[in-house]
């Protein structure tokens, strides 16, 4: 499960090397470590940064080998994404890009800056659809332009994927909307344009699904078609669909597997690339099992396909890689979470029958991102909890991480504008600009740490995605958000030294959490849109839930002043009490697989918008120059090998744009460009 930040929104470069140098194409300047500047470019809605990569340098040549062959596998099935969201993308970027770079006409036009930003947009998102709001992404010019810039630079794109950039064909990449046919009306490309919901239905009721008491994450690598009328899943395998990216992919953990830390480690590996050969869910959790006990040693990865955000039905995994090394000073300070993960389910408010007896192995590091790949770039998590099978989460454990550069790369390229003009008063900004770091770190790790690993499902019940269908990845958000909320304001934080006033940080997480909810993560999305994303909808229910029921004893007022609405918290403690009792009720949800009540609370409290609130925040929020989006550039792994071939050294260097980035990717990684 993945923890996006506020203003979320990250793949490796790894370039081609030779003996005695170092490889880079002619046309990438390089920016120094002297120079550093977070801040790479803005367009539209988004902000590209950069980040800084601390203890890279401390690594031995072993381990920062390991880390360029990892962060190679990742960026070698940089392909399958885009094909994953929708199926002309690698067609519509190969065409974009090919304008791009050869184009000789006049750049200065309004025309031409808007195909700039259109495929900076489509370069953000790994497709034609936004990464947040799934909408298609207008291009803003005209087909006749987009017909001139192809016929001026001998590039050809016809027929539906030419069409389909103008028309309102496909506009909705993920439709988890209420009262629709969501995989009829979802342009990912999970499933065959001719398949729908009632058709994934009843192939996987007669699917396979593990052995007894052991679920497999069923569908999860697999393409749903139909063939000859008959419903046929495409595994994403060697010598199957996306074979030529997965080759690359398994070539170089191949490499990685030679310099691993520790058996284990390479063990774990191997597992990985035996999943990847055979496409066997199985060998799947035989690979989670590992991996989610191989806690020892200074590097880590997420590789595989993994989160099923993007699937309505919830089944399929999206590609993605993160590279992590560990933080070792955050890593033990923030360990005791994990140490004390069983008081923290006993003295939850979940029902006796939904805790766990015994919370096995839940292992919390603070890391600094070397590289991502896939669904985790250029828009990436701050946090990552995995593996996400509950039985295996329940037997052997998992992992959870802190992305410390990522968030660190956000405090240090952000501002205290937007906060000044929605926080209610200077009580609120004092709190936050004193304490605000620091309880975004601690709900992140309870989210992800204590959150993801507590409760179970009653015996006998299904799967979340076969219960709660197409709530399923936002109940499971909220209630891990409900988890970190209701702890975050217990004096056990302060006795386990996490914090030096507990009430204060607990404030300032309460304070920003219902003023992100109920106003402003509503910059995000167009005037008259519902919302849509998961985590955006987990964070309205909650915080829409616990106002409608504080309201008898004004727990949280709404005040209007000069024209400007702002929500103060009067009570937080009976606030806390009310996330209690919606975690009690959130966790019965999940644990008795009600459809009913997950539908009536996502539908009558996360989805629907105030109009007149939304278009008074859109207003507020026009004075900021800041993107509400942020995503990242990924910092370059140069090796230097010596005259057999051996790598001597690898040198991290920053990209100098995000456009070279891209381009870079493209020419290196598009393995599946062939096919398409």
Known sequence: MKWKHVFSSFLIVLLLWSCKQKVMPEETALVTEKEFEYVVDQFADLRILRYQVPGFEDLTLKEKKLVYYLTQAGLAGRDIIWDQNYRHNLKIRTALENIYTTFEGDKSTFDWNS???????????????????NDKIN???????????????NTKLEGEAFEVIFNEVDSKKVNKKKGVDNVASSAVNFYSPDITDADVDTFYKTAYKGPEGRPIETGLNSTLVKENGKLVEKIWKSGGLYGTAIDEVIKWLEKARTVAENEKQAKTLGLLIEYYKTGSLDKWDAYAMEWATSTQGNIDWINGFIEVYND?????????????????DMSKKMAVLSENAQWFEDNS?????????????VSYKTV??????????PSTPIGVNLPNNNWIRQKHGSKSVSLGNIVDAYSNAGGSGRLKEFANDEEEIRLEEKYGKLADKLHTALHEVIGHASGQINPGVGQPKETLKNYRSTIEEGRADLVGLYFVMDPKLEELGLVENWEETAKASYDEYIRNGLITQLIRIELGDDVEE?????????????FEKGKPNNVIEKVTRDGKTYYNINDYKELRGLFGELLRETQRIKSEGDFEAAQELVEGYGVKVDQALHAEVLDRNAQFKSAPYSGFVNPVLVPTADEEGEIIEVELVQPASFEEQMLNYSASYGFLISKN
């Open 349 to 361: 408010t979940l029902m006796e029958e939904h805790k766990k007896d015994n919370v096995v192995g």
């Open 312 to 328: 309505p039905k919830g089944y399929r995994g999206s590609y993605e890689s993160i590279i992590e090394i560990n933080d070792f």
């Open 368 to 377: 600094n991102v070397a590289g991502e790949a896939g669904d985790a770039s």
């Open 139 to 153: 291009p803003g010019f005209s087909k006749e332009y987009l017909n001139y810039l192809l016929a001026e630079t």
């Open 115 to 133: 195909f700039d930003v259109y495929l900076k947009r489509v370069w953000f998102s790994n497709g034609i659809h936004h990464h947040y709001s």
């Open 534 to 546: 998961d985590h955006m909808v987990n964070r309205q229910w909650v915080s829409a839930w616990v």
